[in-house]
């Protein structure tokens, strides 16, 4: 018999993928088969097919994004800041190895080019062979590949960028630094005198302190900082954060006409109305 990887199981006939956040709550998924999997220098990487949200890129046991919910993400962290940009040409995206977040920056024409800067080249390898619906087996011109480390690619890179995505996993093994200060000033620096960024910032419910702390960081370089929220389903509580940093745009530049399945004009403006607990939280106040 097929040897199953560390994070499915098999129980009275089915497959399950367990997902482990912390010691205290795990969350399954009843999964059809494991599609591919894989240690990779960088991190184990795996797709299964779930039966309730489609193939899903999981690495360490996490769950990235699926071909049910990735959508919800791969807008809410793409479309944010392009389009409160008036002209965004030049687009950095750090991490993103499903090529979810750059399929949607292709939507923009003035986009001319799309650096990719992604640690672990399986990732998108795997992405467009097994999971188009979230890549769109993305073969745009205009998107560059770099497969290195993007924390020393923002500290060496001499372009200047209208928008910076920071799509990254969660801040654990090659991701730490991109929680980092240091690492935000080198984003900062390498933006335009207009430019701006985002990043995903966590559960509000469940890592409230690294959300607190992203927007911290953020708001201590930028003139502009605002949090926004999303539902994505599959990620721990559903519940979930981006950060954004601005120089000088703080709203969307014009009406939303992008081809889109969640992201609306209403929408863009909506969410970054937040829930009373996570205005506490983002103060540094626990509601214990
Ligand atoms: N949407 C996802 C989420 O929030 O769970 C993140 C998706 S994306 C797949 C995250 C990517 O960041 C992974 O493919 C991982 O390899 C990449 N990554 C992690 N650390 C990195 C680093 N230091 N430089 C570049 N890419 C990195």
């Known amino acids: 018999m097929q040897q199953l990887p560390k994070y499915v199981q098999e129980k009275d006939g089915k497959l399950w993928l367990t997902e482990a956040e912390g010691n205290n709550l795990y969350i399954r998924y009843g999964i059809k088969e494991v599609v591919y999997e894989k240690q990779s220098p960088y991190q184990h990487v795996m797709i299964v097919d779930s039966y309730d949200f489609g193939k899903m890129l999981v690495l360490d046991g996490f769950v990235q994004t699926t071909a049910g919910d990735g ?21 950095l995206i750090i991490g ?70 920071v799509d990254s996993s969660d801040p654990v093994g090659p991701a730490v630094e991109l929680f980092g200060l240091d690492f ?14 985002v990043c995903q910032s966590e559960s509000p419910l469940f890592y409230a302190d690294v959300m607190q702390q992203t927007y ?21 509580g559903g519940f979930w954060s981006f950060t954004l940093g601005s120089k000088r745009y703080d709203r969307p530049h014009t009406t939303f006409d992008k081809e889109a399945r969640y ?16 205005q506490d939280a983002l103060r540094g106040e626990t509601n214990e």
């Open 71 to 91: 959508f919800i993400y791969n807008e809410m962290i793409a479309h944010l800041p392009l389009s409160f940009h008036p002209n965004p040409q030049r687009v």
């Open 96 to 165: 993103g190895g499903d090529c979810g977040a750059a399929r949607e920056v292709t939507k923009y024409d003035s986009v001319e080019m799309i650096d990719l800067v992604e640690i672990d080249a399986s990732v998108v390898d795997v992405c467009k062979k097994h999971l188009p619906e979230v890549s769109g087996n993305l073969s745009d011109p205009r998107v560059n590949y770099h497969f290195t480390d993007g924390v020393g690619f923002v500290q060496d890179v001499d372009t200047r960028y209208d928008v910076i995505i």
């Open 184 to 197: 935000y000033k080198n984003v900062y620096r390498a933006l335009n005198d207009d430019g701006l960024m």
């Open 216 to 236: 911290e960081r953020i708001d201590s370089l930028f003139p502009i900082a605002k949090t926004y929220s999303a539902t994505v389903p599959t990620y721990p």
């Open 263 to 278: 992201v609306t004009d209403g929408i863009l403006s909506q969410c970054f109305q937040l829930p009373q607990f996570m």
